[in-house]
């Protein structure tokens, strides 16, 4: 090989190499590495070039090696200044750790969930076991066994979700299955309570949703009466909403219990006196009770000359709406974190 063909490879090599590395793209160090393989490496281009020496005179061999170690020195050079402008770009990118950081989204507690805590919380200071029972259930569980008829308005499809309306498969319409379910297991005495959803179909407005939760108590035991359900009531409504407050007993009816009652609070927003959330009359219902019917205890295998008992409902939702002062049940389903955030 002539020492003006080394010359022509010396600077072909130069070019090309030149103008592949102009178009690694910064931060492409992968690339870059593969450059450098190529050209400056063991078996690389310019090493090839200086393997071709050996075919030259001593003198065109000293010519032709200066020109290649100026060519490696130039791409040496080259490498270097792409490597770091790849190392400056990592630094920039790097977190300054004198700064402080952003502080972690943390999680907080449902409202419903919140009240339903404070519930069971009251109630098993006061000896109430907590149970739980089947969403979907059958048309025994949710009415007959409760004493309730079938020309009863909520037996109507409008008002219940029929899973299967023909083998009478149902969701839920309230807690009170469970009452009943519990009984057929247990025998007296029994002090219980279950939380649970309970469906319904009605439409959804500022009080009312398909879906919504209830709260049920249960105590059986001889000798049991309205004094007691009154007592234990009013400690819970007390516990919930305050010592000041005053709860009303009226006479009202459920075909599971007898005698009935609807039980309400003097109202916490204009302390009994009379505004537009409890209608000028001071007063805000909060939830039915009543002593358990006698037929209800003849379906579950209880002897009602020898037991009796009261039980008592109310809906979650509803108690949040007077603790928290939230006006919309909606809020509760729409998953808005700032409604959650703001009772944490």
């Not at 008829?149 to 219940?160: G, I, Y």
Request: proline share 5%.
């Amino acid at each position: 090989m002539k020492l003006e063909e080394i010359k022509k490879k010396i600077k072909e090599v130069g070019e090309k190499a030149v103008k592949e590395i102009s178009t690694i793209s910064e931060g492409d160090t992968e690339k870059l590495e593969r450059w450098k393989v190529k050209y400056l490496g063991r078996k690389g281009a310019v090493n090839d070039l200086f393997t071709s020496l050996s075919l030259l005179s001593s003198e065109e061999r000293k010519e032709a090696g200066i020109q290649i170690n100026a060519l490696k020195n130039k791409l040496i050079s080259a490498y270097e200044e792409n490597k770091s402008k790849i190392e400056s770009k990592r630094e920039e990118k790097k977190v300054n750790l004198s700064f402080p950081g952003k502080p972690p989204e943390t999680g907080a507690f449902h409202p419903i969930t919140l009240i339903s805590r404070e519930i069971t919380t009251i109630f098993i200071k006061m000896g109430f076991g907590v149970v739980t029972g089947p969403e979907i259930e059958t048309d025994y569980y949710n009415f007959g066994a409760l004493n309730i008829p079938d020309e009863h308005p909520s037996k109507d499809v409008w008002d219940t979700f029929y899973i299967a309306e023909k083998e009478k498969i149902l969701l839920r319409t309230h807690t009170s299955p469970v009452q009943v379910r519990i009984m057929e297991k247990v025998s007296p005495p029994l002090r219980i309570i279950t939380i649970g959803k309970c469906f319904r179909r009605d439409d959804i407005d500022a009080t009312h949703s398909p879906v919504f939760h209830q709260i049920e108590g249960l105590m059986v035991d001889r000798g049991i009466n309205f004094s007691h359900l009154k007592g234990i009531l009013t400690h819970f409504i007390m516990e919930m909403f305050g010592n000041t407050v005053k709860v009303k007993f009226t006479p009202s009816f459920f075909p599971f219990t007898e005698p009935s009652a609807e039980v309400s609070m003097s109202c916490n927003i204009c302390k009994g006196i009379g505004c537009s959330t409890c209608h000028n009359t001071g007063y805000i219902e909060v939830l039915g009770c009543g002593m358990v019917h006698p037929q209800v205890f003849r379906n579950v295998g209880y002897n009602p000359d020898e037991f009796t008992g009261f039980a008592f409902g109310m809906g979650i939702e509803r108690l949040a709406i007077i603790k928290f002062g939230i006006t919309d049940i909606r809020y509760f389903f729409q998953n808005d974190t700032r409604v959650i955030k703001q009772f944490n």
